[in-house]
T-cell receptor, first 113, second 114 residues
């Protein structure tokens, strides 16, 4: 079945340093890949999505490339801010599964000033 | 952006009682979803719903669970009777379509079954 595995948190960084959250996925279909972000007391909100292999998604300085060969979708940001502190979820949805989303476990990011 | 509302934010209930979780989806959305997240664990799909019918449900969607959206009002998840293992945060989501369309999530309802 479909599954997503990502970097185990928490990840603690100082403001201004770079971030990489690894994400790998398994599916027999042709998925759309997502990064969601969740702040305390809120539901997940879409950071960005990439529907096609070998394309890149980005938002708010975060980016990830849909690597079909490596089945990876790593999240990167060159310089994190304290306001980036949140839980980040890598996820996939394949078109044969009625849009159900398979989430990774989530990675808590803590950015210290 | 579009908002999904969930009522109540917290619910405490005795095991064996019935509970209804309410979701007010984005107004023009057609597809509705429930996800369950036990504390410290992965968020998992329960069910999706379109045009008055369940499209797909996971193995977590037990016989005690039901969903409906009568006359375009709240999209509800009912659990009857509740069990201890139903304690979790339940997230509602909605989307305009399928095929990788973005799902908008509510803030969740934290259900505690005693």
């Amino acid at each position: 079945g479909d599954s997503v595995t990502q970097t185990e948190g928490p990840v603690t960084l100082s403001e201004g340093t770079s971030l990489t959250v690894n994400c790998s996925y398994e599916t027999k279909q042709y998925p759309t890949l997502f990064w969601y972000v969740q702040y305390p007391g809120e539901g997940p909100q879409l950071l960005f999505k990439v529907p096609k292999a070998n394309e890149k998604g980005s938002s708010r300085g975060f980016e990830a490339t849909y690597n079909k060969e490596a089945t990876s979708f790593h999240l990167q940001k060159a310089s994190v801010q304290e306001s980036d502190s949140a839980v980040y979820y890598c996820a996939l949805s394949d078109h044969n599964n009625n849009n159900r989303i398979f989430f990774g476990d989530g990675t808590q990011l803590v950015v210290k000033p | 952006g579009p908002k999904v509302l969930q009522i109540p934010s917290h619910q405490i209930i005795d095991m064996g009682q019935m509970v209804t979780l309410n979701c007010d989806p984005v107004s023009n959305h057609l597809y509705f979803y429930w996800y369950k997240q036990i504390l410290g664990q992965q968020m998992e799909f329960l069910v999706n719903f379109y045009n008055g019918k369940v499209m797909e449900k996971s193995k977590l969607f037990k016989d005690q669970f039901s969903v409906e959206r009568p006359d375009g009002s709240y999209f509800t998840l009912k659990i009857q009777p509740t069990a201890l293992e139903d304690s979790a945060v339940y997230f509602c989501a909605s989307s305009l379509g399928l095929g990788g369309r973005e799902q908008y999530f509510g803030p969740g309802t934290r259900l505690t079954v005693l």
